[in-house]
């Protein structure tokens, strides 16, 4: 870490901001971590489609089916391979155990991430929910020096409340949240708490709304800033780009555009088989997909079919791939 406790949300301030993506965690056919799979991905990423910032090991990246130590290790990697290159780190500490949240953390911390992130738990038998989440986070917040951001998202069987945010939002070194939420509450907590807390939510569809409408500066984050991108086709962050530099209407001629990508990916993808079917697409690309760990579901034959006809009719992309 280069910045103190107590410099967490200036810090946060100034380098989260931009298109920050959550990576899909690459395994190899006996479902081993693909370490240079994975480096591979992120130098495409940071290099070729311009990502600011990575959101490693969450949920997209099936970090309940991984050891603490083979999530440490992808901590590890994912620093040494943006080490120089500009773009961020935040690390998903997020688990049903606390002790294994604050040593995910710790691990984070020492190996030189930016930041972190932890969802919000499932609680059992508790209703009166408020004192506890505050005393999670406190916890947390208290255990590392690091930037956390919060995470609430209907996986847990409810939402935080804006206020609540707002509350957990004055410890020194709570920096964000991707807030899984409807407009309204995101929109009330930026209007509560946008003076010391970095409001997102991980839908592309609200992104440039929320930049024009919100004065968001920081996309946190989900797979389409790869999903929807090539080196020769960087649509999403044309748009943002030009939302920064608050050429609206151009802005959203350039949003507007992925549409037949969008629904493509979205149309294709079975409700069961999310990890897998966004894998396959990254293969479509030239990334590194492969396998998923159980107990995800694999693709059959006829929903592979079915996502490359829609790949090869969406616009995006021409390159020549082993999954095609």
């Not at 946190?220 to 999403?236: G, I, K, V």
Request: glycine residues 8%; contains cysteine; hydrophobic residues 40%.
């Amino acid at each position: 870490m280069n910045y103190r406790r107590d410099e967490a949300k200036a810090h946060a301030g100034t380098n989260m901001t931009g298109i920050w993506a959550a990576a899909l965690q690459p395994f190899k056919p006996d479902l081993s971590i693909d370490e240079a799979g994975m480096r591979a991905n992120i130098c495409h990423w940071v290099e070729d489609l311009g990502i600011d910032g990575l959101f490693i090991g969450g949920k997209q990246g099936e970090y309940a089916s991984m050891t603490v130590a083979e999530r440490k290790r992808v901590f590890e990697i994912a620093v040494d391979a943006t080490r120089g290159t500009g773009a961020g780190t935040i690390m998903s500490c997020s688990d049903q155990n606390l002790e294994t949240v604050i040593a995910l953390a710790r691990h984070a911390e020492a190996v030189g991430a930016d930041f972190i992130v932890v969802h919000a738990p499932v609680l059992h038998f508790v209703t009166d929910r408020d004192e506890v989440l505050y005393r999670y986070y406190r916890t947390i917040s208290d255990a590392v020096d690091i930037g956390i951001a919060m995470w609430s998202h209907p996986d847990s069987g409810y939402l935080m409340s804006p206020e609540l945010c707002a509350r957990i939002a004055k410890l020194p070194n709570i920096v964000a949240i991707k807030y899984s939420v409807p407009r309204e509450m995101y929109a009330e907590l930026t209007r509560l708490a946008g003076d010391r807390l970095l409001v997102s939510t991980a839908s592309e569809d609200a992104w440039l709304d929320n930049i024009l409408g919100l004065g968001w500066r920081l996309y946190l984050c989900s797979s389409p800033p790869f999903l929807l991108q090539t080196a020769a086709d960087r649509r999403m962050r044309d748009y943002t780009d030009l939302a920064f530099a608050g050429k609206a209407e151009e802005a959203r001629r350039v949003r507007n555009s992925l549409e037949p990508v969008r629904r493509a990916l979205k149309d294709t993808r079975p409700g069961a088989k999310p990890h897998a079917h966004q894998k396959y697409w990254q293969e479509l690309l030239g990334q590194v997909g492969g396998p998923v760990r159980p107990p995800m579901l694999e693709l059959t034959e006829a929903e592979k079919v079915a996502t490359r006809q829609a790949f090869a009719r969406c616009g995006l992309g021409s390159v020549q791939t082993a999954a095609e």
